[in-house]
C-alpha cells in the first residue's frame, strides 16, 4: 500500500523567510513517482513538479526546490525568500508507475502561512 | 498539458437532492479520476473512470451514491445523489499524463449541501 505523510499540519513565516515543507512517503512499487501541489484558497489544484523513482537530481524552479532522496523516503520541497502569495496548502502526492493509469495517493497537506 | 473544464464551479443544493458534475478534456485519455475534498481535508480518490465500462470505485464508495458515466475518451460526469451535508466537499475530476506533466485537476466544485 501507498502512503504520503506530511507531518507539518499548518506552518507561519514572515515574508522573506525560507521554508521546507516535508514530505515522507511508503511505496512497494520499484518504479513511482513523487509530486507536490499547491492549491490556493480559491481550491483549485495547481502541478507544482513531478520527479519519477530513478531521478534524485535535486531541483530548482526560480524560489522553488526539491530535494529528494530516496534512502530516507523524503521528497521535500523549499520556498525560498517566501511571499504572502506562497500562502496555500501544499500537497505531496505519489503515484505507481504509469500516471496515464494510475491513482495519486495524497498526503494530509500542509497549509503555509506567510505573512508580510 | 491538458486542459480540464469542471461545471460547475459551485452549487448550494438541497438535501435529498442530486448534483451532476461534468469534466470535459481538451485531449483524449484513457482514464478519468474522481477525488472528495472534505473541508480542511486531503484528497480521496472516488473512482476511476475507463471508456467503455464500468467505473472502478475506492472502498468507501458506491456507484449508487456517486454514478459516474464516460460516454467518450474526453467527457465525464460524477453525480452526487441523494445529498446530505456531509456530501458538502469539493470534488475534482483528473486525468494523468506521461512526461513531466503528473496529473492535471479540474478547477474543482465546491458543493455545499443545506
Known amino acids: 500500500a501507498q502512503k504520503v505523510t506530511q507531518a507539518q499540519t499548518e506552518i507561519s513565516v514572515v515574508e522573506k523567510e525560507d521554508v521546507t515543507l516535508d514530505c515522507v512517503y511508503e511505496t512497494r512499487d520499484t518504479t513511482y513517482y513523487l509530486f507536490w501541489y499547491k492549491q490556493p484558497p480559491s481550491g483549485e489544484l495547481v502541478f507544482l513538479i513531478r520527479r519519477n523513482s530513478f531521478d534524485e537530481q535535486n531541483e530548482i524552479s526560480g524560489r522553488y526546490s526539491w530535494n529528494f532522496q530516496k534512502s530516507t523516503s523524503s521528497f521535500n520541497f523549499t520556498i525560498t525568500a517566501s511571499q504572502v502569495v506562497d500562502s496555500a496548502v501544499y500537497f505531496c502526492?505519489?503515484?505507481?508507475?504509469?500516471?496515464?493509469?494510475?491513482?495519486?495517493?495524497f498526503g494530509d497537506g500542509t497549509t503555509l502561512t506567510v505573512k508580510p | 498539458s491538458a486542459v480540464i473544464s469542471q461545471k460547475p464551479s459551485r452549487d448550494i443544493c438541497q438535501r435529498g437532492t442530486s448534483l451532476t458534475i461534468q469534466c470535459q478534456v481538451d485531449?483524449?485519455?484513457?482514464?478519468m479520476f474522481w477525488y472528495r475534498q472534505q473541508p480542511g481535508q486531503s484528497l480521496t480518490l472516488i473512482a476511476t473512470a475507463n471508456q467503455g465500462s464500468e467505473a472502478t470505485y475506492e472502498s468507501g464508495f458506491v456507484i449508487d451514491k456517486f454514478p459516474i458515466s464516460r460516454p467518450n475518451l474526453t467527457f465525464s460526469t460524477l453525480t452526487v445523489s441523494n445529498m446530505s451535508p456531509e456530501d458538502s466537499s469539493i470534488y475534482l475530476c483528473?486525468?494523468?499524463?506521461?512526461?513531466?506533466?503528473?496529473?492535471?485537476f479540474g478547477s474543482g466544485t465546491r458543493l455545499t449541501v443545506v
Open positions: 483528473s486525468v494523468g499524463q506521461g512526461g513531466n506533466y503528473g496529473y492535471t
Open positions: 502526492a505519489l503515484s505507481g508507475p504509469n500516471t496515464n493509469a494510475g491513482k495519486s495517493t
Open positions: 485531449s483524449q485519455v484513457t482514464m
